[in-house]
């Protein structure tokens, strides 16, 4: 079966296009009149072509593109799975409607605005209790046979000690070292040549008498050819 399409446009402009211009040309187009061109820049999507090829639908967005407007192409569903859609549908429908017919009235309808009340579980819902019983505090829950074996670890601590309360569990440090004496040091002025320093030395100045710069574009890869 072929293909269908169907052509929308929701007011939507070409880049670079403004919008008399574009009213103008699709008003050219499709001769239609302010009213049609009104509704069709409203901003809700409208239906231009419907179940056309594929062909037909592309010339159609061509067209409308040209004139500053762009369309939006949608491939329709074929009339087997729409017919199937609305059979699903349906039977969806009639199924909530016969649950609902089904279910007993109890519960409140009150008018919009109101506090809606949460329905009642009918008596002939609630679950019947009868030879259920809760087993005193302490009792197991397991059965002898699901319960995990037991882990019996022995371990040696004959050769471990406790230390006596408030006993250091490490050596104590070693004082810190005296302060170095810097009595004999002194702050220079500002400005102040430091001694034992060496003084500046000259910036070098090498002789490039001998070098010269290569031509403009000059080829300094190493496989050129030499001319």
């Not at 230390?163 to 810097?182: C, E, H, I, Y």
Request: with cysteine; net charge negative.
């Amino acid at each position: 079966m072929t293909e269908r399409y169907n052509v929308y446009f929701a007011g939507r402009l070409v880049e670079g296009h403004d919008l008399d211009t574009v009213r103008e040309e699709l008003a050219k187009l499709f001769n239609a009149d302010q009213q049609t061109l009104d509704k069709l820049f409203n901003g809700e999507v409208q239906l231009i072509k419907s179940g056309c090829d594929k062909a037909t639908a592309i010339k159609y967005k061509i067209v409308m593109q040209r004139a500053g407007a762009e369309p939006t192409l949608a491939k329709v569903a074929s009339a087997s799975k729409q017919a199937n859609d609305e059979s699903i549908k349906a039977h969806t429908a009639e199924t909530k409607i016969a649950a609902l017919a089904a279910a007993p009235v109890n519960r409140s309808f009150d008018t919009p605005g109101s506090i809606v009340k949460t329905p009642t579980m009918p008596q002939e819902a609630t679950p019947a209790l009868d030879g259920i019983g809760l087993s005193p505090v302490g009792t197991d829950v397991l059965q002898i046979n699901e319960r995990a074996a037991p882990i019996n670890l022995s371990v040696d601590t004959s050769a471990l000690t406790l230390n006596t309360l408030g006993q250091r569990l490490s050596q104590k440090s070693s004082s810190p070292p005296a302060m170095p004496d810097t009595s004999h040091l002194k702050v220079a002025k500002v400005g102040d040549i430091i001694p034992n320093l060496l003084p500046p030395t000259k910036p070098a100045s090498p002789n490039i008498d001998n070098l010269m710069l290569s031509p403009l574009n000059f080829d300094f890869r190493d496989d050129r050819i030499l001319e």
